[in-house]
Every structure is written in structure tokens, then in C-alpha cells.
């Protein structure tokens, strides 16, 4: 009975604590968080992102309390003031109770969508649950802050006015507190993720046997060793189909694809491992292949199966392609922590590839080609300068999922023809480059092309490519009509929440089913190459089976492979 009544004491006093305006905003932004996006969300996300953005709502609260103070304005009466704040109380509650009950309509209206099967209910309760440890957890945080500033503050007024000591510490403690996430706990977070990583990378698959031919990377024969690739380059090396199964299926002759692979320990400079990557790739003899494509694989060096199998087949396996790694983290890690190696390892490659391809006679050289996906994509971007191509241009480009830190996808969208949508741009006549998603291309197959044929495969729903800080203050062009078919027309932008909201989307958007989210299906791809590549021996009848089989064979090992979230899986990412 004590300890009750000093729990109930203790809460009591903190509800006391708590700002009415500060709690009236909170709840507002509360409601906007349970609205949908791009992603579905589970009740776990769902409460953790309800409860920051309350919290933030929370403090924007209390910052418009401390500002009026500050300024003196007027109060109004104690009575009216009471009053006022049971009306703004019970009208919160009411809003916030409607928006649960339709937490889960709106969280189907994504579902259905992704043709993804709808969920019963949204967990109000759960959600609630989580959502105040979130927004307590980080009230005392905020408290904790005020207390080190005010703390601060009364020891510089010995000796500077109380105004001017109140803005220094209010800078310290920003400084302070910025030091010790960033020196200390970033830091220790990156380096045991790091070491993660690393140790994951050089694991052994008992399913990956070293490969036996001498034409394939990572052989006796190779000059990479097989335990030097890397997991992500022994599954590249060994997962792509053989010249038995292309002929089988296609009923033509077929090669066996030449995949080029050099892991981060192949050699200790980006440079160093370009070079080893360019001594393989002639030592298979990728330059005598009819087809060469460099690609810049996302952060952990994973290359998406469905992105190559399916330029393989189309090409009856007269491909030849090749990567680097750059770094073992995943692709957000990656970006946050490592963000100039990925672009200087996908420079090195090409400046090594494009210098050699060169000097080859134009008529029994291959077609040349980039390629990237996410991380990839942008980087992949960054590999080759406009400038150097001119007298010389590569075949063309195909980059999927760029994200929205993209410079050229951002420019290209930002200068796109008028009336189109910002999920699927047109640029100029289209001689030059694309826009596809899951429905094709908006230019006609037919349409001339120029030199170079760039093509981005991306989603409407693909949250990695859309997101923008400026969503914070300004509603994304994406959302105005025409919206994309992936994108649920419940979907309305608020200031702040939104952005909030698809910054939680892009840390999800590999739990979509494929052909959605960030999660490129074998059927787009598919239509993606033969744009790029001019394919013209396959019959609509036969692409048509070709996107059946891939888009089976895929999706079954994507099943196969679900046992949860993995962190070191960097699929999409």
C-alpha cells in the first residue's frame, strides 16, 4: 500500500510537470505518426516513431511555453485557463482515440496496395504501451539536458551577465552532450559494428564450395583466393546460372556468364584492388565477351542476384561483369560512417576498366556498362565523369533504387518534363535517359535513342529513393496527383511527421514483398535490360515466360530465406 501510494505520488507529480501545450501538440503529432506512408509498419515501429514524434511535439510544446514567458505576453485568467486546457485535453483525447481505431484501415490501405493480405488489427494498446516508454525515455533526456544547461548557466553568471550565461550554457550543453554520442557512444557503436561485420564477412558457407573451373574468380587458378572474396563475393561468384541452364531454358546455345569479383582483403588500397579486378577479369577473358558491366555493389559488397541472372539470360550468357568491395557495413552504415569510400572504390574500377576497354579495337571490343543498386546506384553514379566519355562513350547505365542523395537522379527529376510525376519522371525526348517501374518505361519502346542509354528502375513505394529532408516543412511532389500504384491514396503529408515517417520507412524498405519498397523483382529488371541493351531475340511470349521463371525462382528463395530481420543482410540496401 506504500509503495502504491508512492508510485501514484511520483506520477502524480510528473503529470503535474508536464506542459499543457507541450501535451496538446504531442498529441497531435501522436495522431499523425499512426497515419500511413510508404512502408507497412508493425506495432513495434509503429509505437517507437508514435512516440517520438510526441515527444517532439512535446517539446516544440514547451518551447512555444518558454518563449511566451520569455516575451512576457499575457496569461489568461487561472479559471479560463483551466478551463480551456480540459476542453484542449479531452479533444485530444478524443483525436488520438479515432486515430488508433483506424491505425489498422490505414495500415491496410499499404497492405492492399503491395497485394499483401490485411492485418485484423493495429495493437492500439501495444502501440500506446510503447509510444510512452518512447516519449518518457526521451523526456528524461530533454530534463537531463536542462538540468546540465542550467547548470551551466548559473556557474558563467558569476562572471557574464545572466542573459549571455544563459545562451553559453545552452551552447555547452549542446556541445557537450553532441561529444559524448559522437566520441563516445557513435564511435564505440561503429567500431564493434565494424568488427562485426568484418568477422561476419570472412565466415565460410559450407554451401559455397570453393569453385572448382579455372575460369572462375576465386579458383586455384584465379589470382583472387576464394577466402579473400568475402561472403558477399562468394555468393556472387557461384550463384549465377550456368550456360547448361540459360540453353535449357532459352533452347539456344549458351556460354557460362564470366562474374569478376575482388574482396576489401584482395588488396589494401581501392586502386590496388581495381587493378586485381582488371588482371582477373582478362584473365577469363571478359574483353572477348559481347557484354561487360561494371558494378558497384551496395555496402556490404552483396550484388542483387535478380538485377544480373536476369541480364544473363537475356544475353544467353555473353556477359562478362565485375566489382569491387569497399566496405563490410551495411549500405545506411555505410553512408553515415564511410561515405567517400564507396565513390573513390567505384572510380578507381571504372578508371581502371574504361582505360584498358580504350585501347581495344571499337569493333571487337564489348559493350560497356554500369550498374548499381541503392547504395550502389549512387556511387556507381560517381564512377565516371560525363567530360572523359565524350570522344568515347560507354553503352549505357542501369541504376535501381538510386537513393535520394543521388546527385545526377536528383537533378534529372528536379529538371523533369513538365506534367510528369515526380515517381516517374520524363526528361526531354527521352534519347538520353529513362524512368521505369513495375508497369515499364513512360517513353515508348519504340522511341529513338541516343549514344548512351541510361535507364532507373525505381518504385513509387521505395521510400529510399523519395525521401527528403525538405519533407519536414514542404509536402513532396510525389504526393501530388497522378501518385504512384504502389502508394496508398490515404497517404497525406504533416509537417514534420512525415519526414519522420519515411526516414522509419527507409530503415524497412527491404520487408516489403519484391516488386515493391526497395525490393527490385527479376520481371522489372528484366525490362530494365532490355532497354539498356537492345535486346531484340526474345519474343514478348518469350519474356513473358523468362519473368515467370526468374520472378518464381526468386521469390521462392526469398521465402526460403525468411527467418527474420538480419542485420548484416544487405539486400536492397
Known amino acids: 500500500m506504500v509503495v502504491a501510494r508512492y508510485s501514484a505520488g511520483i506520477i502524480g507529480r510528473l503529470m503535474q510537470s508536464l506542459s499543457g501545450v507541450g501535451l ?128 551551466l548557466a548559473t556557474q558563467i553568471r558569476r562572471v557574464i551577465p545572466p542573459k549571455v550565461a544563459n545562451a553559453a550554457g545552452l551552447l555547452l550543453a549542446a556541445l557537450l552532450f553532441w561529444s559524448i554520442a559522437n566520441n563516445f557512444l557513435i564511435r564505440t557503436a561503429f567500431n564493434a559494428l565494424d568488427s562485426s561485420f568484418r568477422e561476419f564477412d570472412a565466415l565460410h558457407e559450407p554451401e559455397r564450395p570453393q569453385p572448382i573451373a ?98 544473363e539470360y537475356l544475353l544467353d550468357g555473353d556477359v562478362a561483369s565485375v566489382a569491387v568491395q569497399y566496405s563490410y557495413l551495411n549500405s545506411p552504415l555505410s553512408l553515415l560512417f564511410q561515405p567517400e569510400y564507396g565513390a573513390a572504390a567505384a572510380r578507381a574500377l571504372f578508371a581502371e576498366i574504361y582505360g584498358y576497354w580504350t585501347t581495344l579495337p571499337k569493333d571487337r571490343r564489348p559493350r560497356l556498362y554500369v550498374h548499381g543498386l541503392s547504395l550502389g546506384a549512387m556511387n556507381s553514379e560517381q564512377s565516371a565523369e560525363l567530360f572523359e566519355m565524350i570522344g568515347d562513350p560507354i553503352a549505357g547505365a542501369l541504376w535501381s533504387g ?32 529513362r524512368f521505369m517501374n513495375q508497369n515499364g518505361p513512360t517513353v515508348s519502346a519504340g522511341a529513338p535513342w541516343g549514344a548512351m542509354r541510361v535507364v532507373y528502375l525505381q518504385y513509387a513505394s521505395d521510400p529510399i529513393v523519395l525521401f527528403d529532408y525538405r519533407d519536414a516543412y514542404r509536402r513532396p511532389p510525389w504526393m501530388n496527383a497522378p501518385r504512384g500504384p504502389d502508394v496508398s491514396p490515404e497517404l497525406h503529408w504533416y509537417p514534420v511527421v512525415t519526414m519522420l515517417q519515411l526516414a522509419l520507412d527507409m530503415a524497412v524498405a527491404t520487408s516489403t514483398p519484391m516488386g515493391y519498397g ?31 521463371h526468374l520472378g518464381k525462382a526468386a521469390r521462392t528463395a526469398t521465402s526460403d530465406n525468411a527467418s527474420g530481420y538480419n542485420p548484416y543482410d544487405d539486400r536492397g540496401g
Open 402 to 433: 538510386p537513393p535520394f542523395e543521388s546527385h545526377i537522379w536528383r537533378s534529372i527529376t528536379a529538371n523533369r518534363n513538365a506534367g510528369s510525376p515526380a515517381w516517374l519522371p520524363e526528361f526531354r525526348d527521352g534519347r538520353f535517359v
Open 214 to 311: 579455372p575460369g572462375k574468380t576465386g579458383s586455384t587458378a584465379s589470382l583472387v583466393r576464394w577466402d579473400e572474396l568475402g561472403r558477399a563475393g562468394r555468393e556472387f561468384v557461384v550463384s549465377g546460372p550456368s550456360a547448361a541452364e540459360i540453353g535449357a531454358f532459352t533452347g539456344r546455345p549458351a556460354r557460362d556468364p564470366i562474374r569478376v569479383y575482388v574482396g576489401l582483403r584482395g588488396a589494401d588500397t581501392a586502386r590496388g584492388r581495381a587493378k586485381l579486378a582488371l588482371d582477373e577479369l582478362k584473365r577469363q577473358g571478359g574483353f572477348e565477351r559481347s557484354t561487360l558491366i561494371v558494378i558497384t555493389p551496395t555496402g556490404t559488397g552483396w550484388i542483387d542476384p535478380a538485377a544480373m541472372g536476369t541480364v
Open 24 to 151: 496538446f501538440l504531442g498529441a497531435l503529432f501522436f495522431a499523425a505518426a499512426l497515419t500511413p506512408t510508404l512502408v507497412p509498419r508493425s506495432y513495434l515501429t509503429q509505437g517507437a516513431l508514435a512516440g517520438a514524434c510526441f515527444a517532439i511535439g512535446y517539446g516544440a510544446g514547451v518551447l512555444w511555453r518558454w518563449l511566451w514567458h520569455y516575451l512576457e505576453l499575457p496569461e489568461p485568467p487561472p479559471r479560463l485557463r483551466f478551463a480551456t486546457n480540459m476542453v484542449v485535453a479531452l479533444g485530444c483525447l478524443v483525436v488520438v482515440i479515432v486515430f488508433l481505431w483506424r491505425a489498422a484501415e490505414w495500415q491496410n490501405s499499404i497492405r492492399a496496395a503491395m497485394k499483401m493480405e490485411p492485418v485484423e488489427t493495429a495493437h492500439p494498446l501495444k502501440t500506446s504501451a510503447i509510444a510512452l516508454l518512447t516519449f518518457f525515455a526521451l523526456l528524461a533526456l530533454g530534463r537531463l539536458f536542462s538540468l546540465v544547461s542550467h547548470f
Open 518 to 548: 526497395h525490393v527490385y523483382a527479376p520481371e522489372h529488371y528484366i525490362d530494365a535490360w532490355v532497354a539498356v541493351t537492345d535486346v531484340h531475340q526474345w519474343s514478348p511470349d518469350a519474356l513473358a515466360k523468362l519473368k515467370d
